[in-house]
């Protein structure tokens, strides 16, 4: 089945206690994207990557980092949470089909991190 | 800025109602995407709409836009309490490099 899968769906964590937020996807996407979803907000996106070694940041990226070794995988990694970053993350692929457009992302099912 | 705002925020209608939901947006755009949310879930693609397009239909769903209005619409005919989920438009737009603007989102529920 066709799938982003991300790992952990619940998590909570104390202020400055490094962690990472795995994102997989078996569909062979090129573009993979994190975003934060808040009440009021929508979704903004954090960091995107266009394929293995190419990551660029999007509209909220302090305090986070992303490596993108694999093509299927794209940890989101926070090396110290502080309570303002208490949200729901998605992270989201898509193929490449037209050059400079956006194509349909495929979601994963949010990750929901609490920091005290 | 967010690029799209959709409006209005929360829509509550009977099964079988038709639901619209709108989406403005504040510079051009490639295409602009419509997605489902329920509740505390991954959005879901519903349907993409070209800038060169002016309407589109999948199923029960129909999407129009109007560029010299810069808006865009979302009609589900017919609807059915699993419909019930937040609506997001999403804008492709021009130079805004690989990323996917989301608006706040549209609430709709259909009560039985």
């Known amino acids: 089945e066709a799938q982003v899968t991300q790992n952990p769906r619940y998590l909570i964590t104390v202020t400055g206690k490094k962690l990472t937020v795995t994102c997989s996807q078996n569909?062979?996407?090129?573009?993979m994207s994190w975003y934060r979803q808040d009440p009021g907000l929508g979704l903004r996106q954090i960091y995107y990557?266009?394929?293995?070694?190419?990551?660029d940041k999007g509209d909220v990226p302090e305090g986070y980092k992303v490596s993108r070794k694999e093509k299927r995988n794209f940890p989101l990694i926070l090396e110290s949470p502080s309570p303002n970053q208490t949200s729901l993350y998605f992270c989201?692929?898509?193929?490449?089909?037209?050059?400079?457009?956006?194509?349909?992302?495929?979601f994963g099912n949010g990750t929901r991190l609490t920091v005290t | 800025s967010q690029q799209g705002e959709e409006d209005p925020q929360a829509l509550s209608i009977q099964e079988g109602e038709n639901a619209t939901m709108n989406c403005s947006y504040k510079?051009?755009?490639?295409?602009l995407q419509w997605y489902r949310q329920n509740s505390g879930r991954g959005l879901v693609h519903l349907i993409l709409?070209?800038?060169?397009?002016r309407e589109k239909h999948s199923g029960r769903l129909r999407v129009t836009l109007d560029t010299s209005k810069k808006s865009s619409s979302l009609l589900i005919t017919a609807s059915r309490a699993a419909d019930t989920a937040s609506y997001f438009c999403?804008?492709?737009?021009?130079?805004?490099?690989?990323?996917?603007?989301f608006g706040t989102g549209t609430q709709l529920k259909v009560e039985l």
């Open positions: 989201a692929s898509s193929p490449i089909l037209y050059p400079g457009q956006n194509s349909p992302l495929h």
């Open positions: 569909m062979n996407h090129e573009y």
């Open positions: 990557s266009m394929n293995v070694e190419v990551t």
């Open positions: 510079t051009s755009i490639n295409n």
């Open positions: 709409i070209r800038s060169n397009e």
């Open positions: 999403a804008t492709d737009f021009t130079g805004g490099g690989n990323k996917l603007t």
